[in-house]
């Protein structure tokens, strides 16, 4: 069995980072994250149910490479990625001492990376950053790029910064405790990266189909990998998310508006981003941007992982307030992920109105491509 | 009388940006930012002093540029510099529909810069910031550079970020307005300039003596504007501090102390600095570093534009306490700055202790080199 840990390289300048994808490899972080950062202090972040499995786990690790470790939980959910933990965190830190060579270590999904990382990157002006990841979901998405941030009461993400992590250190057996819906939903974005990016690498994921929901090294290693790639290679060509590394939003635009219409609650992240991508593949095909059976290609692959992929039943006049209040929107136009084929997208800044048009319902639009 | 504007330009690659000095220049503002920043919608963030003067100007020509000024205030003083006021304005950004193509225009002095830079450097993880600095100290230190942020009840700047402004647009006649004292405590800045990099330049402030303290656009100008290029080359050399940068810490290490000690009332940055850099001069020449004479070359500039020279009577333990709150701390050695000879300065990394030894009260200390 091939479970040997694999390396993708996030290249951008100095602040270039690997993520490193193991089996079983949450005992030897310690030394990385010592060679990667020179840091002797730690503020392991984490939340109750990651830290109960996980947390004295990579501490021992840490430890064991000479660091100091001091752990810090925040409660579990969305609703803890806000300012009050953030200044809660800052005080922590302080008491313990932590100064400009010390480290913040986000273990858990992407809340835990976004609140530490914002923290990491805004404590006395941005200290070291290294990411744990424990969902799929923040592994092949979360972790990478170095977006972090919290919400506020108006809005998710609206307050952040672009702090790199100086490693990402995945242990995909971790996986194994995480329920079958969050690695589903973590897949939404994998299937994301090959609809954007690499349509051989779509054409496998429709191989594997369901398999990939089982937590086996074997596939996950290398389909993680490829993902992983994929962002890394969008990230380091444009990390300011000026231009191309808003291809990254395939599916987002709706998923957002969608999740902001539920209050984030009963749809998952990578569920509304299902919905949203087979939205707006339908729709690049009926602009005329994609050819015709796209839709239902991704249609089918996200189906066969159990991701829901109708949009809500909300009307129409609720979305376009929600994608108004979008904050990629710049003006009157938001940009908009459309696809050109599995494997080729391209954004096209469209007034929410005709991203959402009126003379079909979306969510029961009748097939105007397809087979 | 010459009182062109004079352009010093900070060179950080694709963060690169000009500091335009001049006189009676608040009306050309708004070209100079609608060029440099493309924004179609700037807030405007000032206290209410500084607002009342100079707002409507700034805003009257930002406004004939093209761009869309939504104003805000916060309480004059430094107690403004926190996570609530930031928590604030954020809010208020969304309220005014602030976009990630928008703009935060600081309007005032360090307080203002800090705190609205911190806002442009994390709101929808950041927008363009510009200065338009009305102290003598921001228009020659705190808005170049790009260090953004706010206090904790726990000390001051423990929370930033770095953020370039994309012009810093200095009106020096606005100084006129600003008292004799904040003027002298910017100069505090502009002789540190000149003691760690520039030997002649402190020769020519040492000719000029208090007419420095007079709104002299002959005078101010020039000098202003070397101030700026010193601190530019520093900055433009080593952004994120991680050397060369801790050169313009010189004074700081005491100044830090003593302000803390005084609970941030009664003495002004400058002021702080002026005794600390006498006092860091002083131990350049203790320790053999520095020739006899250097501190009292200081000491004799300073008080000839009537800044304090001598450290505030506290006991040696205090000050050793309220050192290593200090968030230069790294494990228990500080950057201390100490002088070679008038221009030249090094870091030198020293516990506490031996920063203040405890041999001799220092503030008392009799004079062991000198003339």
Chains 1, 2 share one sequence.
Not at 114 to 121: S, T, Y
Not at 310 to 338: C, E, M, Q, W
Request: hydrophobic fraction near 45%; aromatic fraction near 6%.
């Amino acid at each position: 069995m091939n479970s040997a840990p694999r390396t993708v390289q996030v290249a951008l300048g100095e602040r270039s980072y690997p993520i490193v994808l193991g089996w079983e490899t949450l005992d030897a972080a310690g030394e990385a994250v010592a060679r990667a950062t020179k840091a002797t202090r730690a503020a392991l972040v984490t939340v109750p149910p990651v830290g109960r499995r996980y947390a004295a786990r990579l501490a021992r690790s840490l430890r064991a490479a000479g660091l100091r470790v001091h752990r810090f939980e925040v409660p579990d959910g969305d609703a803890s990625k806000n300012l009050r933990q953030v200044a809660r965190l800052y005080d922590a830190l302080l008491d313990a001492g932590l100064d400009r060579g010390s480290l913040v270590i986000a273990l858990g999904g992407g809340m835990v990376g976004d609140l530490a990382g914002f923290v990491a990157a805004t404590y006395l002006r941005g200290i070291s950053f290294v990411q744990v990841p424990t969902t799929l979901l923040a592994m092949v998405d979360a972790s990478i790029g170095g977006k972090v941030g919290v919400n506020l009461a108006r809005g998710k993400n609206l307050v952040g910064a672009f702090h790199q992590p100086r490693l990402v250190w995945a242990d995909v057996a971790t996986l194994r405790t995480l329920p079958r819906r969050q690695r589903a939903a973590g897949l939404a974005e994998v299937v994301k990266a090959g609809a954007i990016w690499d349509g051989p690498f779509f054409e496998r994921l429709e191989a594997w189909g369901p398999r990939l929901l089982e937590v086996d090294p074997e596939v996950l290693l290398p389909v993680l990998e490829r993902a992983c790639a994929i962002k890394a290679e969008v990230v380091g060509r444009d990390e300011r998310e000026s231009g191309l590394r808003m291809l990254l939003n395939f599916g987002h635009t709706l998923a957002h508006a969608s999740e902001a219409l539920k209050g984030y609650r009963g749809l998952l992240h990578g569920e509304a981003v299902a919905v949203g991508m087979v939205f707006a593949a339908r729709r690049s095909e009926d602009l005329g941007l994609a050819p015709a059976g796209t839709a239902e290609r991704l249609e089918a692959l996200l189906a066969a992982l159990g991701l829901p992929t109708r949009p809500s039943d909300f009307p129409r006049r609720a979305y376009l307030g929600a994608l108004t209040v979008d904050k990629k929107r710049r003006d009157a136009h938001i940009h908009f992920v459309v696809l050109r084929g599995i494997g080729r997208a391209e954004t096209l800044p469209l007034p929410a109105a005709e991203i959402l048009p009126p003379a079909r319902r979306h969510g029961r639009a009748s097939r105007t491509g397809g087979t």
